[in-house]
């Protein structure tokens, strides 16, 4: 799995367009502070391809991404939305900048 870096206010990892790796976003403190648990999780890609929905482990949600928009100025995020048991929703967005290998 690709860390992020907090980059401009934003969640961000370097990734090459030819990737397919495993991301995780962690949703542990929401999860605690609302005293739920998760429900469902929905991932809303932008210039990325989920290969694999996203599935919940826990407090975390892992989904399997690849390619990337190259073109000028093309935004590249997959946000994911979780559904809460209390029905709450939690969207965490992470962005892709591109790097080669």
């Not at 609302?34 to 210039?47: F, K, R, V």
């Not at 073109?71 to 209390?86: G, K, S, V, Y």
Request: negative net charge; hydrophobic residues 40%; glycine residues 6%.
């Amino acid at each position: 799995m690709a860390d992020p870096t907090f980059i401009n206010g934003k969640w961000t990892v370097l990734k090459d367009p030819d990737d397919k790796r495993l991301y995780k976003y962690g949703f542990a403190k929401d999860l605690t502070d609302s005293n739920t648990t998760a429900a469902t999780a929905l991932a809303i890609p932008a210039g990325v391809t989920v290969l694999e929905p996203p599935i919940i482990q826990g407090t975390d949600v892992i989904v399997k991404l690849g390619g990337l928009d190259v073109a000028p100025n093309a935004l590249n995020f997959c946000t994911i939305r979780l559904t809460c048991a209390n029905g709450e929703e939690i969207d965490r967005t992470m962005w892709f900048v591109r790097e080669d290998h």
